[in-house]
């Protein structure tokens, strides 16, 4: 594996195999990789000549000191399982690669997209996120983008930044399934500051999709988020919201629709906040 620390030297080099017809796979990550990482790692391989992972801890994405003060850092362990998944190049840059004293910070017009539910309790969130993500793309160049589930309205926001740079045709975007621990519980970089208390109190996020999915049919949506909410706070749970909405347009869906239906939730165990989703039908 090749660690690129400049992105004009990481940019050259893909430009080389590109233009000798070699595709490329991109997965961005944040580090403190696990599994759910590993299987956007594995899709990319299985489809691209090279993937290049990048391991970048985006300042401009967190709306809360102590989460980004907090957000565990693993780089020789992450170094090791991206050999152990034969990732081709790791993109490991410095918050002044990314964001250089030149660097003019783009307002993004998402629309209603980046107001409604991580963006109503995380403001600015996607706005950071397109900041770093229009500038990886633009290093990277991908063929493919994978993204997980997991981050569901992440995923549609790059989307719509794909589309609003233009880059709909050449960027194909992968979205990978979430990958789970035993439980229940969703991998996710933010589990590691779970002690075995809060852990097993996590996976009542992943129980209380199950309850939903098993009960959207036949109940009155307001009724089953409230009972779902009420569920979560039992366990000591600070619930952000449960939501039920329409998976092409996230907004709250009413009880019986017919479209495509996603249940969402956010939620806090001591601080630590944790997102989900499962898609109902
Ligand atoms: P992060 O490092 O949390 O920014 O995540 C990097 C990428 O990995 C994003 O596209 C996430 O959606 C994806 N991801 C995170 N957790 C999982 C998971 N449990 N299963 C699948 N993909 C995941």
Redesign the pocket.
Known sequence: MIIFKKANTLFQFLQQHKQSGENIGF???????????L??IKASKLENNITVCSIFINPAQFNNKEDFEKYPVTLEDDIEKLMGAECDILFLPGVEEIYSDHYVVNRYQLGKIESILEGEYRPKHFQGVCQVMDRLLQFVSPDEL??????YQ??MVIKKLVEMIGKQEVINIKI?????EADGL????RNLRLNNEQRNRAAHLFKTLIFIKEHFQHKDFNELKQTAKIKLQGMGIKVDYVEIADANTLDAAPTNSSKKLIALIAASIDNIRLIDNMALN
């Open positions: 997965v961005p990550t944040m580090g403190a990789l696990h599994k759910g990482h299987s956007l994978y993204l997980g589930q997991k981050d992440q995923c990978c399934e979430t990958v789970r969703a991998m996710s970089s």
